[in-house]
């Protein structure tokens, strides 16, 4: 079993739709990033969080720590939020990847 | 602010032949890191630098891959010799501090084919 799981590996909405990717770990962190990658580019981070929640624009993410469990939420999604989503938690000085989430989103 | 450059953006090379990466984190950075990302899956840790020291390379084959970080700014990720299951992007990434406290900023990454 991997330290990082995410899901669902892919998915596909229409665009303006309510998106929710999971994210679920099973060691003891001390922050979990969420990154965004398109396709044939780099990786970007979107949030760094250790608790509670943060926004930026359209994007959501929460943690829990007690259950070991993130979300990413993006509202009223666009086709330019095509990208695949990962996961990724800091345990020490490490850090592992979850495997991603492919996101598609149609017009 | 510059990102972080990574050069070159692909190579294609036989198997058995050596490759070398190169990374310029942003100005400042004190932590680089070198990731290996094969196709359809997350990225995994190589080699992870702390200013011009090695804080992690337990996933580093060293058999075959070598990296180094003079003077704590740029590095270069070495592969010799190559095998076909190095194909794969090498990306680079850098952060103020550590992935506990800091941001990540990653480059574009190098697409390794090796045949």
């Known amino acids: 079993k991997n330290e990082v799981e995410q899901s669902p590996q892919n998915l596909t909405a229409q665009e303006g739709e309510f998106i929710t990717i999971n994210c679920s770990y099973s060691?003891?962190?001390?922050?979990l990033h969420w990154l965004q990658q398109h396709p044939g580019g780099g990786i970007v981070s979107l949030f760094m969080l250790s608790s509670g929640k943060k926004k930026h624009g359209r994007l959501i993410a929460t943690i829990n720590i007690q259950e070991k469990h993130s979300s990413l939420h993006i509202t009223a999604s666009h086709p330019r939020d095509s990208a695949v989503y990962i996961c990724a938690v800091s345990s020490g000085s490490r850090l592992t990847f979850g495997e991603g989430t492919q996101l598609t989103v149609n017009p | 602010e510059a990102g972080v450059a990574q050069s070159p953006r692909y190579k294609i090379i036989e198997k058995r032949q050596s490759v070398a990466f190169w990374c310029n984190p942003i100005?400042?950075?004190?932590?680089l890191y070198w990731y290996q990302q094969i196709l359809g899956q997350g990225p995994k840790l190589l080699i992870q630098f702390q200013n011009n020291g090695v804080v992690d390379d337990s996933q580093l084959p060293k058999d075959r891959f070598s990296a180094e970080r003079l003077k704590g700014v740029d590095s270069t990720l070495k592969i010799q010799p190559a095998k076909l299951e190095d194909s794969a992007v090498y990306l680079c990434?850098?952060?103020?501090?550590?992935?506990?406290?800091?941001?990540?900023?990653f480059g574009e990454g190098s697409r390794l084919t090796v045949l």
């Open positions: 060691v003891g962190i001390s922050a």
């Open positions: 990434a850098s952060s103020p501090r550590d992935v506990r406290t800091g941001e990540l900023f």
């Open positions: 100005s400042g950075h004190a932590t």
